[in-house]
Nanobody
Framework: VQLQASGGGLVQAGGSLRLSCAVS????????VAWFRQGPGTEREFVAS????????YYTDSVKGRFTISRDRAKNTVYLQMNSLKPEDTAIYYC?????????????????????WGQGTLVTVSS
């Protein structure tokens, strides 16, 4: 499996961006895919994930109601729609997939729980 993240950029506070994670090597509905982010001087943190077959979604509290993760099976791509962006959303955003067996109802928010990573895409939100 290979992942390619794109869509980052510079946006003013309150604006929107849509990140894309193109998946190759497997169909996008096979595995759970997540978005993580890493800001300056911070550890990589979980943002959102979508499960493989049932499309259950999970979000970290700070983005609930503002971000939406979705999947387009025809394009084999996972998206992260980010609205009402805040300066504290500034970070490098990474997509990752989990190829290990998952337990239903578990959110898997730790980076080590994911096996394949794409390169990051930088999101900068100006105040």
């Amino acid at each position: 499996v290979q992942l390619q993240a794109s869509g980052g950029g510079l946006v003013q506070a309150g604006g929107s961006l849509r990140l894309s994670c193109a998946v190759s090597g497997r169909t996008v509905s096979t595995y759970r895919v997540a978005w993580f982010r890493q800001g300056p001087g911070t550890e990589r943190e979980f943002v959102a994930s979508i499960t493989g077959t049932s499309s259950v979604t999970y979000y970290t509290d700070s983005v609930k109601g503002r971000f939406t993760i979705s999947r387009d099976r025809a394009k084999n791509t996972v998206y992260l729609q980010m609205n009402s962006l805040k300066p504290e959303d500034t970070a490098i955003y990474y997509c990752a997939s989990r190829t290990r067996v998952s337990t239903i109802g578990t959110s898997y928010t730790v980076p080590d729980e994911y096996t394949t990573w794409g390169q990051g895409t930088l999101v900068t939100v100006s105040s």
